[in-house]
């Protein structure tokens, strides 16, 4: 089979790069990277035929008897690793995960989304997402990885003598020469605490990017003796990591959410869209926040959504919508304010992007803006609003998913039943633990 022009594109960029190594990667159904090495002289050979592995050690992807599978390289995934050493040039290109039949595999998390895009596509829209990654840098102590971060600087706090400014910067020409655009970085709210947010881009392509960026933000954080963490809420008592997702919907080349004459100059396809998103968000945040520690940022009093609700000024709000700016139509969006880093970008955006649709399909109609601060409402208040809250645990975020056919159809029978497993199995494995906090409340007391 002869190669396309994007594959004969690589093979000359490899070249043209001096690359001597190869990583193909792809994600587990938790978002983890997985990578098989080739030798660039077995590049032509994997574009043409791909790369068979197997596939029954991968979480969620395949039984023993089943585990033949083949990566399925794709070329505009093509970037040189900026981190790698200068001796051993190394590229990397995402792959699609087949079946030997031939067959996407239905538990790859892209696929999953691409299937997801293209039911966007049946109905005329390209779906675009901006996730905002936050992130700690920590120390290492000792043998033991223990929070501990390394500055004292807060949100948004000039610090050029702070170490972090210069592995933020770093970070920045790392994600540049990888072909992510940057459009800002900074610290944030709690110590150690930062976020580089990158330009919005078709949903395959920023799930590409945020799977990239932690990738990078891990590697350039090792290279002075860091460690980046994604864990939505590693310290107590300090604000917790977010990805807030800013999405929008575009058809014949404009953008579908935007109405100059809507107050908050929203469309009814965005109206719809933000329903659907607002009915299912139970259920969503089973795959946007899928930790046992998701739910422990997920508390009043640190910027971080309980309330389903949606608002323009409202930061407590699970959705926000952006203030409108005049030359601005097409930045109008939805926010997504629960989605945190831990969670696989390819699942979570599918599941969010068949919620906003099922919202559309049904003609969904979402309940009036709430622009007071929600976490000073009582009970009443909240039960006269009718407004419900997220979650509390992911035993009850994994029942909700399970329950919730629209979601679970976005997943797959394959990926559905994996994940929900799981879930299972983390939240049994969390609840039978004996923490220091119950030690230290009961071992002397009792």
Not at 22 to 27: A, D, R, V
Not at 196 to 222: G, P
Not at 302 to 312: K, L, M, T
Request: proline share 7%; net charge negative.
């Amino acid at each position: 089979m002869a190669l396309t022009p994007e594959q004969k594109d690589v093979l000359a960029k490899a070249k043209s790069d001096g690359i001597k190594f190869i990583n193909l990667q792809f994600t587990d159904i938790h978002g983890m990277i997985k990578s098989v090495g080739i030798p660039v002289h077995r590049l032509e050979e994997a574009l043409e035929k791909g790369v068979w592995f197997d596939g029954s050690s991968i979480q969620g992807f395949a039984r023993i008897h089943e585990s033949d599978m083949v990566l399925h390289l794709d070329p505009v995934t093509y970037r040189v690793l900026p981190w790698k050493s200068p001796e051993r040039p190394t590229a990397r290109i995402i792959c699609d995960i087949y079946r030997p039949d031939g067959q996407p595999f239905p538990g790859d998390p892209r696929y999953i989304l691409r299937r997801a895009i293209a039911k966007a596509d049946e109905m005329g829209f390209t779906y675009n997402c901006g996730p905002e990654l936050e992130f700690f840098l920590l120390r290492k102590n000792g043998e033991r990885l223990r929070p501990a971060p390394h500055d004292v600087a807060g949100y948004f706090d000039f610090s050029p003598r702070d170490l972090a400014a210069a592995v933020r910067s770093d970070i920045v020409d790392a994600l540049h020469a990888m072909k992510i655009e940057v459009e800002m970085e900074h610290h944030e709210v709690a110590t150690g605490q930062h976020e580089i947010d990158f330009r919005y881009a078709e949903a395959l392509h920023a799930a590409d990017n945020a799977i990239t960026f932690k990738n990078a933000v891990k590697a350039i954080a090792a290279g002075y003796d860091l460690y980046a963490s994604f864990m939505p809420k590693p310290f107590f008592g300090r604000n917790g990591s977010g990805m807030h997702t800013h999405q929008s919907l575009f058809k014949d080349g404009n953008n579908a959410f935007y109405d100059p004459d809507d107050e908050y100059k929203l469309s009814k396809i965005a109206y719809n869209f933000i329903a659907g998103q607002l009915t299912h968000a139970r259920a969503l945040s089973a795959v946007v926040a899928p930790t046992v520690n998701s739910y422990k940022r997920l508390v009043p009093g640190y910027e971080a959504p309980v309330y389903i609700c949606w608002a323009r000024i409202n930061r407590a709000s699970l959705i926000r919508i952006p203030q409108y700016s005049p030359g601005r139509e097409q930045s109008t969006r939805a926010e997504l304010r629960f989605p945190d880093p831990s969670c696989n970008p390819y699942l979570a955006f599918a599941v969010m992007l068949m919620a906003g649709l099922d919202g559309i399909s049904k003609g969904m109609t979402p309940p009036d803006p709430v622009e007071e601060d929600v976490y000073h409402f009582d009970d009443a208040r909240l039960a006269e609003l009718s407004i419900d809250q997220l979650p509390g645990s992911l035993k009850e975020a994994i029942d909700e998913l399970e329950a919730d056919e629209v979601l679970m159809d976005a997943l797959g029978e394959h990926t559905g039943s994996s994940f929900v497993e799981a879930k299972r199995a983390e939240w049994d494995e969390y609840r039978i633990q004996v923490t220091e906090w119950e030690l230290e409340r009961y071992l002397e007391t009792l």
